[in-house]
């Protein structure tokens, strides 16, 4: 009885569970269908899309066409009055040029039509070697550049060497493949150099500093000197042309007159090497002058003195017409006396077969200069 009570009492608890299972079971796979339909349901969704887009993709073309036939003309019409803009720039700028060219065709005439004049004879063209800085040699009073072009690019000792504001320096070393360059600012430097606004012609030494300094000038030629003045090259040695630009006058007094470089020292990693070609004196042409001057100067005196004056109260004819006469010299054996007689008529009337005087460049710049003055 105990046992079959016992069996009776547990079978209960066995069905139990076997329906908490079967439920769960069910559940699952409730949901494993549900998931099922709405992937099914997703993709023909996507399916039924795509399928449209294709039907009607041929019809959105047609209707898109003129939508932007549309928009190209408008940013057509857009470009054109952007083109007209820069149409009406150009041609502003096209007269100015014009202008430009004009007025330099004018004075290129007119130097030229000056040059005939004077009978000038212009260097030949500047042959140049461009060349970077690869290394600074010298001592402490020295400044001095290694650039990497030399004699088998056809650099010379005397050239000068110039950056992008101005002069540096020149070559005092040419070797095959390289060259040293001494700088405006080494101490051992001395170029000749010209001060615009006063006419004035001085040296430019360097002294370690970034401002060289001017040497050899009259109390008289500081007195005009300001800063700011431009400096060039005056040309005088004939190994630098007339013109170079050099810098500007940074101080100026009574004890010292420097000048700020526009080429500066740390800037200069890139050079260009220039050698001018000056033109050669004629002999043919020394010699015909030699001979008018040696003839003019025994000619007899009377041919020389102006209409008027006494026979033998001639006297040699001087370079400078505008020179008093009395300053001019006299011959051998002629008396003060004899040469002041002469009337003062003599410095205007004109000169005939006055021959060139023989002077040095840098005397002849400074006798003009002091007639200018």
Sequence with gaps: MNDFGQQRRQRPGKQGSRRLSLIFLLTVSVLMLVVSMYGARASAFEKARAMVLD????????????????DNRVGDVGDYFNVLDQNEQLRAENEELRAWMQEALTLRQQVDYFKQMMDVKVADEASFVDA???GESGGPYQRSLIVNAGTADGVEVGDGVIGTSGLVGHIVTAGKSSSRVLMLTDFNNRTPVFIEGVEVEAILAGRFQDDPELKFLAVRDRAGIRPGMRVITSGTGGNLPRGLAVGEIAQSTDDMITVRLFAQYNDTDFVRI??????????EQEESLEAEAGETGDAPAGETAPAGGPAGAGTPQSGRQDAPVGDSPTEPGTTQEAASTVPSTTASTPLQNTPAPNTP???AIADSGDVNG
């Design 132 to 134: 970077q800085v690869i």
């Design 274 to 283: 220039v050698d001018y070609t000056f033109a050669e004196a004629d002999p």
């Design 55 to 70: 039907l009607f993709e041929p019809v959105l073309t047609v209707f898109s066409m003129p939508i932007n036939w549309v």
């Design 361 to 363: 460049v840098a005397e």
